[in-house]
């Protein structure tokens, strides 16, 4: 039996890889995605998986697009929360609608997704979820406190899960990427990211592909000891007590 995987924000970045991936693993992945469709037919052309259009922050968006996957592809098994935004700023500069956008698309979107998908993984008996979340939720950063707030969000909430999930099948897990290439990183400024790349002692950036492997595993049959973990992707930039 082939199983369906949906990745959220899974066309562009890190999202991508992570689609990519599972699909060479053997996946029917569906890969979510809000707004730029030039990226998505491309994902979905070079990659030949199949992409959704739905705005993951809103919970009824993400009942129509759910019904649209299990037409397609069946039921959801595997969930990849990955949908992030930043919208950084000092906390004595931050607006309401900075702080609400982030907390609504990097937090309420995973319980949105998972809560929907939830009750099936139980009655099957078997799911994955994997929250992904951020070294800058786990330590904090300068002018993130509302992503740092989302990101240390999903880790409560998978450890909380994994708990109900656990004698049903399902495990809850979370891997948190430190500084990875993608474009984002990309668009800081070069002083900045040579600063970020020295405090990283293997001395480089991830790759989206090394969070993808990752993701892979933990969906796997043999991660299924594997739950409420944060699975820590840093190059020993911070490491958790």
């Known amino acids: 039996m082939t199983r369906t995987v949906l990745v959220t924000g899974g066309t562009r970045g890190i999202g991508r890889a992570i689609s990519e991936m599972m699909k060479n693993k053997g996946y029917q ?27 993951v922050a809103d919970y009824d968006a993400v009942t129509e ?13 595997i969930l990849i929360n990955n949908a992030g935004v930043t919208r ?23 319980f949105n997704c998972t809560r929907q998908v939830w009750e099936g993984m139980r009655e099957r008996g078997f799911g994955r979820v994997i929250n992904i979340s951020s070294i800058n939720g786990q330590k904090g950063q300068f002018g993130q406190a509302n992503y740092s707030a989302a990101k240390a969000g999903l880790i409560g909430m998978t ?40 405090s990283i002692p293997v001395g480089r950036l991830g790759k989206a592909e090394e969070i993808a492997s990752m993701c892979a595993y933990l969906a796997s049959d043999e991660a299924a000891f594997i739950t409420g973990a944060t699975m820590t992707v840093n190059g020993a930039q911070y490491i958790a007590g």
């Open 159 to 198: 450890k909380a899960l994994a708990q109900e999930g656990a004698k049903k099948g399902i495990t809850v897990n979370v891997v948190a990427p430190g500084y990875i290439d993608t474009e984002m990183v990309q668009a800081v400024p070069e002083k900045v990211l040579e600063g970020i790349i020295a």
């Open 29 to 55: 992945v569906a890969a979510n995605y809000a707004g730029n469709q030039e990226a998505a037919e491309a994902c979905a052309k070079e990659l030949g998986i199949k992409c959704y259009k739905f705005d």
């Open 88 to 110: 950084d700023a000092p906390f004595h500069k931050m607006s309401r609608e900075q702080w609400q956008q982030v907390i609504d698309i990097d937090l309420t979107s995973a």
């Open 65 to 77: 697009g759910l019904a649209a996957i299990e037409k397609d592809l069946g039921p959801v098994d």
